[in-house]
């Protein structure tokens, strides 16, 4: 009895761990860049994978939304750098959470892509206190 009771945590140890490598792999954690210090990344199931450059770590109490915007198939699992808006950037900004009309909902950052000399926007990111 004791040995089908030890195989059946072995089964369940292995496949825990096996998802865990799964879901690591799926976030894309293997081929994150290195970080420039005292950043923090996120990578959102709808593709956007992000390193949250020159903003506080508020994970703890906000939750952090994504919107990806629509770029070409090479660049979508792609880590992008994010920082705040730059002055040319904060009008569409604001006015993208003003259009959005959520309470507590504030705009973080917009996250940029570097290919060749040009700058691909690949998406923003807001955040909502959590509850």
């Known amino acids: 009895m004791w040995t089908w009771i030890k195989r059946g945590l072995l089964v369940a140890v292995l496949g825990y761990s096996g998802y865990a490598v799964w879901d690591y792999y799926r976030a894309g ?6 970080m420039p210090k005292g950043a923090f990344s ?13 903003v506080q770590d508020q994970r703890e109490t906000r939750r952090y939304f994504s919107y990806p915007l629509d770029v070409p198939f090479y660049l979508k699992d792609t880590w992008s750098l994010c920082s705040p808006p730059t002055q040319d950037e904060l009008p569409n900004a604001e006015k993208f ?33 959590r509850l």
């Open 29 to 34: 954690y293997f081929s994150r860049p290195e």
């Open 42 to 54: 996120i990578s959102y199931k709808n593709g956007l994978r992000a390193i949250l450059v020159n």
């Open 97 to 129: 959470i003003a259009d959005r009309n959520m309470p507590g909902e504030r705009f973080e950052v917009v996250c940029r892509v570097q290919v060749d000399n040009d700058v691909v926007i690949r998406g923003l990111i807001s955040s909502v206190p």
